[in-house]
C-alpha cells in the first residue's frame, strides 16, 4: 500500500504546455508534470526565482494522471507590440517604458487552450522527500500564491479538493477519489459517468500499475524556469473504454 495525494483539476480554460517553437504555442490533453510542479510550488509561496527550492520540489514526487474529459480545443491568436531590441537598446523596467521606445515591432502569437477540461491527478513521494503529503495538502487548500491550470489566464473553476488516501495503485486512488460539488453540474457529472478515462504516469516502485497501452517521452520535466528549459521523461499511458470522445 501507498499512501497519495489526490485532487481534481477543472477549469473553463486549461493549457498544457508541449514542446513550441517560433509562434506556436500548443497544448496537451492532459496535464503536464510542470504544470503540476508549478502549481504545488506556487500552493508553497516558492517564487520562480527560488531555483533551488524548485528543483527539491521536484525531486521529492511522482506524479499520475487520469483524464474524464480532455476538453474541447480552442486556438487563439494573439497580436502584441514589443520594442526592436539591439545592442544600443536601454533596458525596459516596465510595460510602460517599453512602449515609448523609438522602435517598435509586432509579435505574432498563436496559442492552444483546452476548454471544459477534467483530469484527476495523484502524487506520491519518494523517500528522500523533505515535504509531507499532509504539508502539501494543506497548502493546496490553503494557497500562498495564485493557482492556475498552466497559464495566468486559466485560472481554477472549483476547489482542488485534495485527499489522501491510501492504496495499492495510483489508478485505484483516483478511481476511488470523492469528487466534490460535481454532481450540482449536470456537464461534469456527466463526465463521471462516461466509460472513457485514460491514465498517464511516471513509472517507479511506488506507481502501483504495471499494465501499460503505450510509453512515450514527454517534454516536461523542468530544468532550467528562467530560460524555460525542459528535458524529457518516460510517460507510461493506459487507454480504457475504447477511443476518447474529443481532439
Not at 29 to 56: D, M, V, W, Y
Not at 234 to 240: K, S
Amino acid at each position: 500500500m501507498t499512501t497519495y495525494l489526490s485532487f481534481q483539476l477543472y477549469g473553463v480554460l486549461a493549457s498544457w504546455g508541449e514542446q513550441a517553437t517560433g509562434e506556436s504555442r500548443h497544448s496537451a490533453n492532459h496535464p503536464s508534470r510542470s504544470a503540476i510542479l508549478g502549481l504545488i510550488a506556487a500552493s508553497l509561496g516558492i517564487k520562480r526565482t527560488e531555483k533551488q527550492a524548485l528543483k527539491t520540489l521536484s525531486d521529492s514526487l511522482f506524479v499520475g494522471f487520469k483524464t474524464l474529459h480532455n476538453g474541447f480545443l480552442l486556438k487563439d491568436f494573439h497580436t502584441a507590440q514589443k520594442a526592436v531590441i539591439d545592442k544600443k537598446s536601454k533596458h525596459f523596467y516596465t510595460r510602460h517604458d517599453e512602449m515609448r521606445a523609438i522602435k517598435l515591432t509586432t509579435v505574432l502569437s498563436r496559442r492552444d487552450y483546452r476548454q471544459d477540461a477534467y483530469s484527476l491527478v495523484a502524487i506520491w513521494l519518494n523517500e528522500e522527500s523533505v515535504y509531507s503529503l499532509e504539508d502539501l495538502q494543506q497548502s493546496l487548500k490553503q494557497p500562498k500564491f495564485q493557482l492556475y491550470l498552466g497559464r495566468k489566464s486559466c485560472p481554477l473553476s472549483l476547489p482542488l479538493h485534495p485527499q489522501i488516501t491510501q492504496k495499492k495503485s495510483f489508478k485505484k486512488a483516483l478511481d476511488d477519489y470523492q469528487t466534490a460539488k460535481l454532481n450540482e453540474n449536470k456537464v461534469l457529472s456527466d463526465y463521471l459517468n462516461e466509460p472513457v478515462s485514460h491514465y498517464f504516469w511516471e513509472k517507479n516502485k511506488n506507481s502501483g500499475l504495471e499494465e501499460y497501452s503505450y510509453r512515450v517521452p514527454r517534454y516536461d520535466q523542468p530544468t532550467d524556469r528562467k530560460y524555460w528549459q525542459f528535458s524529457a521523461r518516460e510517460e507510461y499511458v493506459l487507454l480504457t473504454g475504447g477511443e476518447n470522445n474529443v481532439s
